[in-house]
């Protein structure tokens, strides 16, 4: 069942990320993700509010989209887990062989700016 639901997010750049605010309100973002092993590595800066939002409540819904966020699949329930280092070294160097020159020019500049990123798994429900 979860390879019918990976299925639709085969080929895309972009999945539309939902998490929900304490007062349970829905914030959706597009992000750059990458597949592997039947779940979804996604990654952003550590401050920012979906990160807070996923510590919690680890509930969240993904599809896929475009680089605006308009819709290209179904919704569908997830769980997002913060990873360690180790996993985090993982979803980068997957998300570098998916984006290529692109991923690397974002490490660069992060870097420059000594930005802490995290990375996110998803598994799909």
Not at 5 to 14: D, N, P, T, V
Not at 44 to 66: G, H, I, M, Q
Request: proline residues 2%; hydrophobic residues 40%.
């Amino acid at each position: 069942m979860n390879a019918d639901k990976l299925a639709q997010f085969a080929g895309q750049e972009y999945l539309n990320f939902e998490s929900y605010r304490k007062n349970g309100q829905a914030i959706t973002t597009p992000m750059w993700f990458a597949e592997a092993d039947g779940l979804l590595f996604v990654y952003t800066l550590a401050d920012a509010a979906k990160v807070s939002r996923v510590r919690n409540n680890p509930r969240v819904r993904v599809a896929p989209c475009s680089l605006r966020g308009g819709l290209k699949g179904d919704w569908v329930e997830a769980t997002a887990t913060i990873l360690d280092k180790a996993g985090a070294d993982r979803g980068h160097a997957l998300l570098r062989k998916k984006y290529g020159w692109k991923k690397r020019l974002g490490d660069l500049f992060s870097r420059w700016r000594r930005r802490t990123r995290v990375v996110m798994a998803i598994r799909l429900d």
